[in-house]
């Protein structure tokens, strides 16, 4: 039994069918073929599939996609503007703050949220807003380093 | 009651490339009409920078810049055979074999510009920004661009190379175990300092210092992100993780990464590293592999650390709160060692 | 938080480089923050099936009978792999290069040896229809008593886990049950040793748990051939056990590798490409098989736990003259690297340290649990714990700083190795130098004068009176490589065949 969805992707509108059943991560991968937000474990333990719903960074492995009708879906994909990176792209890059890559986009996300509600964030901050994505490979320092970077560098308005 | 500190250090050695040698790896190099590289290989990048790396040796050994250099990978239609990425082989063995592969098509080259130039390659140099010019005449000069598309469309010759390497396979005596398991080590010392709750027995990581000697940083950074990655992975192998947590017995193991525990971005502490290099005689430039002793020492610094602090010894890892708290109760407390 | 110190061994290097030594961004960076980095499963394949396997809920046991007529008809299903349905579906990995004998199946037929073991492939329409036909598969088991322990394993009247090895080790030179080491005579060392001491040291089963899970999809292709995208570290030698267990030439597959998300040692195994392979080729469609999570923490291959006994004399002036080691490396129900790794190990032993009389007996043990793999500091991580928590302890007993205590027996150039090869090219002396340097750690000056090198200053005497060891010859070159393996027969000449014909 699909279900009729829409919802705004990365500033676009789309319209699809979904199982009632189905994960955002799964439709958003499967059926948008946005391939940023990753899978690491589907049970909401390591934050790699994170996405903004609304501005708020949630775990779409855990989402309904019937959930997000007629709400904003932001992913890595969108992230950047137009060629011109975001400065948390930027600083990442800066930083080296990403090795195999695979948990960078939960991240960024999550960074996102984070510096989209609060533009001036202590280290603590930082580290609670990133607390919920695993990196295997980095060691943190970096990406901490980075968003804190970000979070001096201008950024244009939305 | 309190809070102790102690500090414990390690040092350690690690052998590169897998053990007895037999692994071989591949590389092709060759030069699109404009002067512009491409190396190809099987090799696989799992984040430790294998493209990274391969790109900046391909750039050294042919003298162009970074920039005209692409690393194409992990397709085994196109990139000749590498054993893997494993065993900390990947900069010794992968390296060595793009040196190879880019020293040949440098030497084509090399060539074709003194055609061009009407002299000797011997009497040529490259600049490393995109020129080929006279040894003391910098003005007689030819850019790799034209080079490339002089050897293709006027000289008939292909820039390009291969390579190969190969450490032969070593045999092992049944008896003594005589062996040759590696053409070099790297070296690491690490001094961890730790905190123990002697109420709770958890302990938090405070700093580490840290000297590792690498052969050559090829990379700064990326030598960088691996100690750094590493070390935080030796600290979590030696507090947290385990998918046994009653090994031997069986009967629990986690199932997700709410059970199997690491330390997260607020469980980190300082960590300042020295990078030492002496070069190994047969690296890409002297060049080792830190991919994997990065983490080894630090689960010894650690439990040293915690003997150091409240003179408890684990010899059991992962070194949880359980078993500092049973060592605690077993010798009536804390008993701090002297500080170090 | 990273310094170069250059003015160590400057006189080694010429560093008059143009490229390298910077820190050039690195390739693939802004295809990871931009998320363009491609990994094996960001490919969409029209009619994509999706492939979950039944895994045992026992440790040990018969398998009687397997019913599949429910499963069959559940809805979604494409098709069901069984172990007779492999081609060749008795492997072991290094078989490759030559080293172990195939003692474990890609679906298992009679009998399972851990938790876990794969039974039957479901390949179905999607994810949740593959899972509702696996709880529909009926399978009669009969129960086996399980060995858990390493050295419980190796005790007359264990259960046999792998009838391969009958004796629960993997046997070495067709000799013996464990690698050896033997060195001077630890014996003789021990007797004029001033105190010894013996510990226990032991490491548990670890997750490499990368972000991303081991997975492979697997797509017909043209030609005949089969396009596989698989998160494999180790892209040819996936490629060649697939050809292996297929039966089909090495040319008929095409694996493509994307960027791994982390790797460590766990995406060398080929878990998932045999399966995903077969399934294309039954139903001619692609196939993805991705491990779960619970997948991955529980039955992907750990680091397999270690368990080491080291024994060691020390004189009174801090000098260790003896080193025993009996180690066990815990690899599980089947052989697949660690029969590898306890080579290794044995390498390894006594660590970077000048000990004449070096005694190891090093053993690959099956157990009823996960076969283990290749991880970050194989055959070496849980070895340098257990020394260096035992130097600790060493250096505590004769009243020694734990730093001039490594620095007193580090080895240096020209010493001889229990391997029987001469160290060079040595650092250990230095890194510790430094270190305590950083940490501001204070060791005394005649320490911090030392050096690794052949002539630098030592300190005195370096070999006791006492007669040593009989000192093996030096080489001044290593020995030269086995003669070269016979052409193979069939005149292809892959790499597999390098090492000479392959055991059956």
Known sequence: MMIP?????????????????????????????????????????????????????????????????????????????????????????????????????????????????????????????????????????????????????????? | MSKHRG???????????????????????????????????????????????????????????????????????????????????????????????????????????????????????????????????????????????????????????????????????????????????????????????????????????????????????????????????????????????????????????????????????????????????DGPYGAKGPGEMCANPVLPAVANAIYNAVGVRVDDLPITPEKVLRGLKAQGGAKPKARR | MLELRREYFADERDDNLKEIGKGTQRQDMLGHVTGASTYFNDHKLQGMLHLKVLRSPHSHARIRRIDLSEAERSPGVRRIIRGQDVPRNLNTLLSLINFGIDDEPTLAVDKVRYKGEPIVAVVADSHREAFEAIAKIRVDYEPLPTVFDVEEALKAGAPVVNETYPKNTFTYHERYDHQRLRFGDVERGFAEAYHVIEHRYQMSPIEHAPTETNGSIAAPDTNGRYVVYTSTQALFFSLDTCAKILDVPSNTLHFIGGTVGGGFGGKVDTLTEPLAILGAMLTGKPVRYVFGREEEMQYGPPRGAERIYLKDGVRRDGRIVARKVRAYFDSGAYTRLSSYAVVKC?????????????????????????????????????????????????????????????????????????????????????????????????????????????????????????????????????????????????????????FGARRR
């Open chain 1, 5 to 158: 969805l829409q919802f705004r992707h990365n500033g676009r509108d789309v319209a699809l069918f979904v199982g009632g059943g189905a994960n955002l991560l799964t439709v958003l991968r499967d059926q948008l073929s946005d391939f940023t937000p990753k899978f690491g474990c589907g049970q909401g333990g390591c934050g790699a599939c994170t996405v903004l719903i609304d501005g708020e960074a949630h775990l779409s492995c855990l989402t309904l996609a019937a959930g997000v009708q007629g709400r904003s879906v932001e992913t890595l994909d969108g992230l950047k503007d137009g060629p011109r990176l975001h400065p948390l792209q930027q600083a990442f890059m800066d930083h080296f703050a990403a090795q195999c890559g695979y948990c960078t986009p939960g991240m960024l996300m999550a960074a996102k949220a984070l510096l989209d509600r609060n533009p001036t964030p202590t280290r603590v901050e930082v580290v609670e807003a990133i607390s919920g994505n695993i990196c295997r490979c980095t060691g943190y320092e970096a990406i901490i380093e980075a968003v804190l970077d970000a979070a001096q560098r201008p950024r244009a308005r939305a």
């Open chain 2, 7 to 281: 500090r414990g250090m390690a040092s350690i050695n690690y052998p590169i490339g897998m053990n007895l040698g037999g692994d071989p790896s591949q590389a092709l190099v060759h030069s699109n009409p404009t002067g512009k590289f491409t190396v190809s290989l099987s090799s696989i990048d799992l984040g430790q920078g294998m493209k990274s790396v391969t790109r900046q040796i391909c750039a050294e050994a042919l003298g162009v810049p970074v920039e005209d250099v692409y690393v194409d990978t992990a397709d085994s239609d196109t990139g000749p055979h590498c054993m893997g990425s494993f065993a900390s082989r990947g900069t010794h063995r992968v390296g060595n074999a793009v040196a190879a592969a880019a020293r040949e098509a440098r030497g084509v080259m090399m060539e074709a510009a003194a055609e061009e130039l009407e002299v000797n390659a011997a009497d040529l140099e490259t600049d490393g920004r995109g020129n080929i010019h006279v040894k003391g005449a910098p003005h007689r000069s030819i850019t790799t661009k034209e080079v490339a598309m002089a050897a293709q469309f006027k000289q008939g010759k292909t820039i390009a190379g291969r390579g190969i390497f190969l450490v032969p396979l070593s045999a092992v005596d049944p008896e003594t175990g005589e062996m040759s398991p590696a053409t070099c080590y790297a070296h690491a010392c690490l001094v961890a300092e730790v905190e123990v709750d002697d109420e709770t027995g958890e302990v938090t990581m405070i700093r580490m210092d840290s000297a590792y000697e690498l052969g050559r940083a090829l990379n700064p950074r990326l030598v960088e992100q691996q100690l750094v990655g590493g070390a935080w992975m030796g600290v979590s192998h030696a507090l947290y993780e385990t998918t046994e947590p009653y090994y031997p017995n069986a009967k629990q193991g986690p199932r997700d990464f709410v059970e199997y525990l690491m330390p997260g971005p607020g469980d980190i502490c300082p960590h300042d590293i020295a990078v030492l290099e002496r070069p190994a005689p």
């Open chain 3, 346 to 498: 044995a390498a390894h032993i006594p660590g970077p340290y000048t000990i004449p009389n070096v005694y190891a007996d090093v053993y690959c043990v099956f157990t009823n649990r996960t076969p283990a793999t290749a991880m970050r500091g194989f055959g070496v991580t849980a070895m340098d714990f257990a020394i260096e928590c035992q130097m600790d302890r060493l250096a505590e007993l004769v009243g020694m700083d734990p730093m001039e205590f490594r620095i007193l027996n580090a080895y240096r150039d020209g010493d001889m190795k229990a391997h029987r090869r001469e160290a060079k090219n040595t650092a250990l002396v230095e890194c510790v130098q430094v270190a305590a340097e950083k940490a501001k750690w204070p060791i005394r000056d005649e320490f911090r004068r030392m050096s690794s090198r052949q002539g630098g200053a030592s300190p005195a005497p370096r070999r006791e009176a006492q007669p040593p060891a009989p000192r093996p010859p030096v080489y001044e070159a290593p020995p030269p490589p086995p003669p070269a393996a016979p052409e193979p027969a069939h005149g292809a000449a892959r790499f597999s065949s390098v």
